[in-house]
């Protein structure tokens, strides 16, 4: 069975300083890697997915993320924070073992905070 | 174009009450699913459905849970005999399929408050 985890609840830092947020994986077949984001009293908004190729992906709002296979990670990382930024943040696998398709698991999330 | 959209965006009810909460795919999307999300936990799948074909119904937590998918595009998630526990944030999203490149595109959700 997939799972997936973050292993920060929060991660504190200064505007204009790099962010990352980190995730771990697990899954038996090959890993199909979501970032969501999700702003308060909204719902999820997708930032960017891995599914093959380069291990570096770009999604929206400056973000990007790096697929390691060798130790299971799909870290999201910013180059320089916003405080903008600040918003609570998802990882998700999804497995493509037949019986899972269709179906996420998500991270526990992680809150971002960017102090001015 | 109009993405997915749930209604109602808050719901107060009474311990033991019925509830209904809606959701309206984006148009074309064949897979809709719906999470639930305690206060400050992540998401908890519910259910989802592709197509025609029966859901998957492995995530509902009781048998007090229930949803349809009408004509193949709005869905209804039921929950009867409401208790306090099932306060949450109910969200649904939908994708074009449930291939591994498809992305699921969520609502805004519907915050669930049982008295």
């Known amino acids: 069975a997939q799972s997936v985890a973050q292993p920060e609840d929060q991660v504190n830092v200064a505007e204009g300083n790099p962010l990352t947020v980190k995730c771990t994986y697990s899954?038996?077949?090959?890993?199909?890697l979501f970032w969501y984001v999700q702003y308060p009293n909204r719902g999820l908004q997708f930032l960017l997915k891995?599914?093959?190729?380069?291990?570096l992906v770009k999604g929206s709002y400056g973000f990007e993320a790096e697929f390691n296979k060798s130790q299971t990670s799909f870290h999201l990382k910013k180059p320089s924070a916003l405080v903008s930024d600040s918003a609570l943040y998802f990882c998700?696998?999804?497995?493509?073992?037949?019986?899972?398709?269709?179906?996420?698991?998500f991270g526990a999330g992680t809150q971002v905070v960017v102090t001015p | 174009g109009a993405g997915v959209s749930q209604s109602p965006s808050n719901k107060v009810t009474e311990k033991g009450k019925d509830v209904e909460l809606r959701c309206d795919p984006i148009?074309?999307?064949?897979?809709l699913y719906w999470y639930r999300q305690s206060l400050g936990q992540g998401l908890e799948f519910l259910i989802y459905?592709?197509?025609?074909?029966?859901?998957?119904k492995s995530g509902l937590p009781s048998d007090r849970f229930s949803a349809e998918r009408t004509g193949g595009s709005v869905s209804t998630l039921t929950i009867q005999r409401t208790q306090q526990e099932d306060s949450a944030v109910y969200l649904c999203?939908?994708?074009?399929?449930?291939?591994?490149?498809?992305?699921?595109?969520f609502g805004p959700g519907t915050r669930l408050t049982v008295l």
């Open positions: 148009s074309g999307h064949t897979a």
């Open positions: 998700a696998v999804r497995d493509m073992i037949p019986d899972s398709w269709g179906k996420f698991q």
């Open positions: 459905f592709q197509g025609n074909s029966a859901p998957d």
């Open positions: 899954v038996s077949g090959n890993p199909y």
């Open positions: 999203a939908s994708s074009l399929g449930t291939g591994a490149t498809d992305t699921q595109y």
């Open positions: 891995y599914i093959t190729g380069d291990n």
